[in-house]
């Protein structure tokens, strides 16, 4: 439960300070992490990922861009088909208009940030808590590295 609470208060934390870094603007302009940073991420993520047995149904078939909605923000095709997974989670429900916000910086980091799909998004699908909440750090520490890096002064997407 104290993981939980860490993972909730960490997400939230982390949205706030993507939305109060970034000006979302119609240029896209991330030149994506360098070598060293994916590498890193890649084998720090595989020791977090779970065996596809483990996948909760749930999340098996989703998107990694739905996926990322639902733990960052509480909203999306994930939140309205399994209301249940907001409680299970720990995750604070966004405004819409965060949500639309944090929608366009994580599709942005998806697409420079290609090891997600392989590393930390099966951790995340996990049934096992732990393995999951692992996964969901893990995750937010690649995406504010990655806010840190292209999103100062603005992220662009």
Do not use: N
């Not at 000006?23 to 977090?48: D, I, M, N």
């Not at 929608?103 to 393995?131: E, G, H, K, M």
């Amino acid at each position: 439960m104290l993981a939980r609470k860490k993972t909730a208060f960490f997400t939230s934390a982390v949205v706030a300070l993507t939305l109060s870094l970034t000006g979302v603007s119609s240029a896209h302009g991330a030149t994506g992490y360098s070598a060293p940073e994916a590498a890193a991420a890649t084998s720090a993520g595989l020791q977090a990922a779970g065996d596809e047995a483990d996948l909760d149904p749930r999340l098996a078939s989703s998107t990694d861009l739905e996926l990322l909605l639902l733990v960052m923000t509480g909203r999306g095709a994930l939140a309205d088909a399994h209301p249940e997974l907001i409680a299970e989670l720990g995750i604070t429900v966004s405004t819409q208009a965060q949500a639309d916000a944090m929608a366009a910086v994580a599709a942005q980091f998806l697409t420079v940030s290609p090891a997600f799909s392989a590393t930390w998004a099966p951790a995340i699908r996990s049934t096992d808590p732990a393995v999951r909440d692992q996964g969901i750090s893990g995750f937010m520490t690649d995406f504010m590295a990655y806010v840190m890096s292209h999103c100062r002064p603005s992220c662009t997407v």
